[in-house]
């Protein structure tokens, strides 16, 4: 589970890099201060030209994703509405949550032993809440198989 994020970002960069420019932990500015998101996909577009943007092009964040492959932070409530927060900051078209499939959810919750019991009982639940926080704040959640190297929706 070590290459997860890895592999994700292997794989957004090879969906993403046809028609989008990819960038890996993109900083997204809060003031005077930063904050990051995991990876983006950026789209050029038009824009006046100016000392900032001389080219008459800005780069937008079209996509941004956060990815979780731990489950003791996804049971971090608090946390996972941080990375819904921070792909909200990125005013970006869709935001994506990307965490492991339920079968490695439910292995890494084994391999825990001790109170994962209660967590694997309740596994549909805290997914099923995961979406109803994420859903109107124009996330979306994904899992990555890594046996079968795609995304599906949650």
């Not at 201060?33 to 030209?49: A, F, N, Q, T």
């Not at 809440?129 to 704040?137: F, T, V, Y």
Request: hydrophobic share 35%; with cysteine.
């Amino acid at each position: 589970m070590s290459n997860f994020t890895t592999e994700v970002k292997q794989k957004l960069r090879d969906v993403g890099q046809r028609d989008l420019e990819c960038k890996n932990e993109y900083r997204v500015p809060i003031g005077k201060r930063y904050s990051s998101v995991d990876y983006v996909w950026l789209k050029k577009v038009p824009c006046p030209k100016s000392e900032k943007t001389p080219s008459g092009e800005k780069k937008v964040v079209a996509v941004a994703f956060e990815i979780t492959k731990d489950i003791s932070t996804l049971w971090n409530t608090k946390k996972m509405k941080g990375d819904i927060v921070n792909l909200q900051l990125t005013n970006a078209s869709l935001g994506v949550l990307v965490i492991p499939c339920r079968e490695k959810l439910k292995e890494q919750a084994n391999a825990l032993g001790g109170g994962a019991e209660r967590w694997l009982e309740g596994i549909n639940d805290y997914i099923e809440a995961l979406l109803s926080i994420a859903r109107p704040m124009k996330v979306e959640v994904w899992c990555y198989d890594q046996e079968k190297e795609e995304f599906h929706y949650f």
